[in-house]
């Protein structure tokens, strides 16, 4: 498998570390996208892949998967051609998601050119339970409350603070680098406007901590991850860059766990 990848930080960087020198994966990372030129040729000369700032060169390199990890808005403009250029498309920044049409548009893209789209459970678990739950229409609610650092949320405080409580759909417009894992839940679960969320900045907590309950006629379920930070960036667990590795070793496997 020749892996893509769009973006040159933390979770780009992890992977070619994970992929390229310790061999992780099935595959190699042969490509990675990028407008950081000085980023992308220290990438190239670190792990030997080709460094591309053009998009359709980069889509046009021989490359079966690509995984995005830019952001929200930077994922909102390259991966519809990632699909249409007939890659499976790996996606970090599932808040891009937020519009359930663009998903929807995404996933009908995929079917028509016979590619696969993965949402990677990043920072979280318990989407298997949400998808069973919801499997004849008995998941009644969600509701998501994350903790983080100051330094995580890239802000300054000594006091514990409810920094937003609202819906998924509007966590991610306000927190677009931070709750993603909100949106995967939405998408898992019950949607972007019943999904409920809360986040708190906590001066005394180092791991950035998800809680996850959930409620319906499956019963109840009370899940909570406690993250190590990435030392790369502090506002990605490292939960997340390994779900993401996890999918590339099990694409091609006959045996799939979970649902
Ligand atoms: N699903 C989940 O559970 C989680 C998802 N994430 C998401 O994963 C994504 C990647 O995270 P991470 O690697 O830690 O983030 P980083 O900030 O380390 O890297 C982001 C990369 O995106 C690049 N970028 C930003 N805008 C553009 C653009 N317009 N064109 C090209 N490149 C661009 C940056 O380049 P430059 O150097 O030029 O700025 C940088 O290389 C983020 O969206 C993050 O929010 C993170 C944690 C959990
Ligand atoms: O990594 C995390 O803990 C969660 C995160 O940033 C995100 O969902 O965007």
Redesign the pocket.
């Known amino acids: 498998m020749n892996i893509g990848i769009?973006?040159?930080?933390?979770?780009?960087?992890?992977l070619l570390e994970q992929v390229n020198e310790k061999s992780m994966a099935d595959g190699r990372i042969t490509a990675v996208?990028?407008?950081?030129v000085e980023?992308g040729t220290r990438l190239k000369e670190r792990f030997g892949m080709e460094f591309y700032t053009d998009l359709d060169e980069f889509l046009s390199a021989p490359v079966d998967t690509v995984v995005?990890?830019?952001?929200?808005?930077?994922?909102r403009?390259?991966i519809k051609q990632v699909v249409e250029r007939q890659k499976d498309l790996i996606?970090?920044?599932?808040?891009v998601f937020k519009d359930f049409a663009f998903l929807d548009e995404l996933t009908g893209l995929a079917d028509a050119n016979s590619t696969k789209i993965y949402?990677?459970?990043?920072?979280?678990g318990g989407l298997d339970v949400l998808q069973s739950a919801r499997a004849l229409g008995g998941l009644e609610s969600v509701q998501l409350t994350t903790r983080k650092s100051p330094m995580s949320l890239g802000m300054e405080t000594d006091r514990e603070q409810v920094l937003f409580d609202g819906t998924a759909f509007d966590a991610v417009g306000k927190f677009?680098?931070?709750i993603?894992?909100a949106?995967?839940l939405a998408i898992a679960g019950i949607g972007v406007h019943e999904t409920k969320v809360r986040i708190i900045v906590d001066p005394e907590i180092e791991r950035n901590t998800h809680t996850i309950e959930a409620q319906g006629d499956f019963g109840k379920m009370h899940l909570q991850v406690e993250n190590n930070q990435?030392a790369?960036?502090p506002?990605?667990?490292l939960?997340?860059?390994l779900?993401i590795l996890s999918v590339l070793q099990n694409k091609s496997k006959a045996l799939r766990i979970g649902n």
């Open positions: 769009i973006g040159t930080g933390n979770i780009a960087t992890y996208f990028g407008r950081n980023a995005e990890a830019v952001t929200v808005d930077a994922a403009l390259f996606v970090s920044s599932i808040g949402l990677p459970s990043g920072a979280i677009p680098k931070n993603n894992v949106l995967v990435m790369a960036n506002k990605t667990s939960l997340a860059a779900s």
